[in-house]
């Protein structure tokens, strides 16, 4: 067997496992029961089956009353004693009706005054709009955000955490009406009086890693409280994207007020979301598990720091860029950003000296054709997406187009025909790849201008681009400096594993948040992928003898 074969499987088994490790991200918790010092789900399990026996919106009163008076009682097991703050007759624009909303509110007294505060709603959803149906008795939303908080208590007290600072907890009504409650809550002044770090629960879906998706601005310090999560989430472009969004949640009123904090939630599974399968049958473990293994060491590193005591502890001058690479929370400001992008201006440099590129004609050109190629298959992804929903009989809105039939069949097609069109084109541009030096260089050129343009519009998404044309150029600059080793070409491994390991869960999140309506968005960033993994490859098995 020659060595190009060799190298082929290789770079298969390499693509198979990276993929693999990719999506096994999405679900970085196990189930615990037994460990005392994080959160017992089968505890969470026993909240839900109490909160989720049947829908309690504010329009199903009895139940809406059941719910709140055992969230109530629970509270009080816990020993921690509530408040009701009640509104009556508040309009609710949807039904055109005035009702009476009843927000739940408890507080336990540390030795500072500053506290952390966790929110989150107690009523469920009735249908507004097509994918939605009545029933949701409300087991993921917010049942997840609900058997959080109690057992986030509940473990803090049995772990004896001393209390250097304090905890608040806010259960609003009317969330999926408007953010009733939480609009009423934000004019109590001493609700949220001394609150310095508020973490709002939602989900908007039922499986999935619960992703912390939204933060306040300047967030570089609240990233680093967060980054105490047994198992933390997020990616900084969504807190970026989110914010263009029209979308809401009660955290979207505590922003407006300028507090501290972030926002959690499943994306996946939204199949049963606002749907009688929003029910205790539908609970992912894992899902409801990680909550816990972000909420609890957060709040326990809060209260037992007396460094939090500080009002001004949290506030930061910038916002973070971070991601999540397998199981490594990475993150980095904006400073360490331009100097990564400094080092890929070096590196290209060195590249287009040492595989001897005289045409920069030649290597623009193919970082033209690289972003024309994104260009086509984003309006091709947008035509698709707009067909699916006439053929579906739905409005399209490139913001929430959620279960087309046959929509992952649909995405995973786009995938592997956007791919095979890519590298099909590549082979004829190249003259059979004998121009490779000025395709790989002007790849990766082009990932530098997206870096560039990112860092000044979108700064939060920057190392979608920043990160991938760093591993690819520096990995060129190795190889070449090693080239008299017959192994130097298998170090492109290492940037074809890491872009994968990244990308995939990244571009399924994608999917699953934007929904279908966003096609051409999440294909962008999957050809982003697809260029720096074909790159790469090309590089290996051209320089294999």
Avoid at 5 to 32: C, R, W
Avoid at 252 to 274: P, Q
Avoid at 390 to 413: A, C, H, Q, V, W
Wanted: aromatic share 12%; hydrophobic share 40%.
């Amino acid at each position: 067997m020659n060595n190009r074969k060799i190298s082929a499987i290789i770079l298969s088994i390499v693509i198979i496992i990276s993929s693999v490790i990719g999506y096994m991200s999405l679900y970085p918790s196990k189930e615990n029961k037994d460990d005392k010092n994080r959160l017992n789900v089968e505890n969470q399990m026993n909240y839900i089956k109490n909160i989720a026996k049947e829908p309690h919106s504010i329009f199903d009163y009895e139940e809406h009353e059941n719910v709140k008076n055992y969230l109530i009682e629970e509270l009080k097991n816990l020993g921690v004693d509530s408040s009701i703050y009640s509104y009556d007759d508040v309009y609710v624009e949807r039904s055109k009706t005035k009702e009476d909303l009843e927000n739940i509110y408890a507080e336990i007294k540390g030795k500072s005054d500053s506290y952390i505060m966790l929110v989150t709603h107690y009523d469920t959803s009735r249908a507004k709009r097509y994918a939605e149906r009545d029933g949701s008795t409300g087991a993921a939303d917010a049942g997840y955000g609900l058997s959080t908080i109690l057992e986030t208590i509940k473990t803090i007290k049995e772990n004896n955490i001393e209390l250097n600072n304090g905890i608040k907890i806010l259960i609003t009504d009317g969330e999926e009406y408007g953010l009733l409650g939480a609009k009423e809550a934000v004019k109590e002044k001493e609700i949220f009086e001394n609150v310095n770090y508020l973490i709002n629960l939602e989900a908007r879906g039922t499986k999935g890693p619960a992703v912390m998706f939204e933060t306040s601005i300047n967030n570089s310090k609240v990233i680093d409280l967060y980054d105490s999560s047994y198992k933390p989430f997020s990616y900084s472009i969504t807190p970026e994207i989110y914010r263009l969004l029209p979308n809401g949640t009660d955290f979207t009123e505590f922003l407006a007020k300028d507090i501290t904090g972030i926002n959690i939630s499943v994306l996946d599974g939204m199949e049963n979301y606002h749907t009688p399968n929003d029910s205790v049958n539908s609970v992912n473990k894992s899902s409801l598990q990680h909550y816990g293994d972000q909420v609890y060491p957060i709040v326990k590193e809060f209260v037992s720091n007396e460094k939090y005591a500080d009002p001004v502890a949290l506030e930061g001058s910038e916002d973070s860029i971070f991601f999540i690479l397998g199981n490594i929370f990475i993150k980095y400001s904006k400073i360490i950003n331009y100097m990564l992008l400094g080092v890929i201006v070096v590196s290209m440099i060195f590249l287009n000296k040492k595989l001897k590129n005289k045409s920069k004609v030649k290597t623009l050109k193919f970082t033209f054709i690289n972003l024309l190629y994104i260009v086509s298959i984003m309006a091709i992804s947008y035509g698709v997406s707009k067909v699916s929903a006439y053929l579906n009989g739905r409005d399209f809105s490139l913001t929430y187009l959620p279960l087309i039939k046959y929509e992952k069949g649909i995405f995973i097609m786009c995938l592997i025909l956007a791919t095979i069109g890519y590298v099909y084109m590549i082979k004829k541009i190249t003259n059979n790849f004998k121009e490779k030096n000025e395709y790989i260089v002007g790849s990766i050129l082009l990932l530098f201008i997206l870096g560039i343009v990112f860092t000044i519009v979108l700064p939060g998404g920057s190392y979608l681009f920043v990160f991938p044309a760093l591993l690819m150029s520096m990995s060129m600059v190795i190889s070449k400096l090693l080239e008299r080793y017959n192994t130097s070409a298998y170090i492109m491994l290492i940037p074809i594993s890491l872009i994968l390991i990244l990308y995939v869960p990244t571009v399924y999140l994608f999917n699953c948040a934007l929904t279908f309506g966003a096609l051409c968005v999440s294909m962008m960033f999957a050809m982003i992928a697809i260029i720096s993994v074909v790159c790469c490859i090309i590089a290996m098995y051209k320089t294999i003898k």
